[in-house]
């Protein structure tokens, strides 16, 4: 699927924006949303859950009658998490390969290399690029891009689901992975202005299966 970034989308009036030389827009590199793992089979997740639940000892004061469906109904709904993991995974792994690329094009761009230096004032950071996508309204059916490139920078490779608690699939990956974005945020200097929308361009190419 091919998005194409609105050109007229608006601006937010509580941010300042780095003034960009002359009136063109400037084409970006287009963004391939990847898609997650191709070993992550749902079947298999689901029997993975359901052994951490027995393992674990998950399920508390249930009748018996109903404790082997309460034991499926959990295994699924951390199934159901998990696969939440993974799509923040695959999108931020996405979105930090379209910040590289992005930088590349500023560097080659006679009109554009100076807005990244420090020694401009203000200047833009890898998180503006971010904010841009958030600016430009691409759509992610769900997904925080915030939290998505949080997720990638806590991890490298997603987890096994073996390796997550239930406590951290429930309660804990959005707030881990939002101040993870929010900490790498703020490596910047606090001159780092944001990118205006209306001067930047590119297309989104969804590789996700349909």
Not at 13 to 34: D, K, Q, T, W
Not at 57 to 76: F, G, N, S, V, Y
Not at 95 to 124: G, M
Request: a negative charge.
């Amino acid at each position: 699927m091919l998005y194409a970034s609105n050109d007229m989308a608006g601006f937010d009036m509580n941010r300042s924006y780095i003034e960009v030389p002359g009136a063109g827009m400037h084409e970006l590199p287009p963004l391939l949303v990847r898609s997650i793992p191709e070993d992550a089979d749902r079947e298999d997740l689901c029997r993975r859950a359901a052994a951490m639940i027995e393992v674990e000892d998950m399920i508390e004061d249930a009748p018996p009658a109903t404790i082997d469906q309460r034991k499926m109904d959990l295994a699924l709904n951390l199934t159901d998490q998990y696969f939440r993991l993974l799509s923040h995974w695959a999108w931020g792994d996405s979105v930090l390969e379209w910040v590289r690329q992005c930088e590349i094009t500023f560097c080659a761009t006679t009109a554009l290399r100076h807005l990244l230096s420090p020694d401009v004032w203000p200047h833009a950071a890898r998180s503006s690029f971010v904010e841009l996508l958030v600016d430009k309204h691409v759509p992610t059916h769900g997904v925080a891009i915030d939290r998505a490139v949080g997720m990638r920078l806590t991890f490298r490779q997603p987890p096994p689901i073996d390796c997550c608690s239930d406590q951290f699939l429930f309660f804990l990956n959005s707030r881990l992975a939002g101040t993870a974005y929010e900490t790498w945020a703020r490596l910047s200097p606090e001159s780092t202005a944001h990118l205006p929308p209306n001067r930047f361009h590119f297309e989104v190419h969804d590789m996700r299966p349909q």
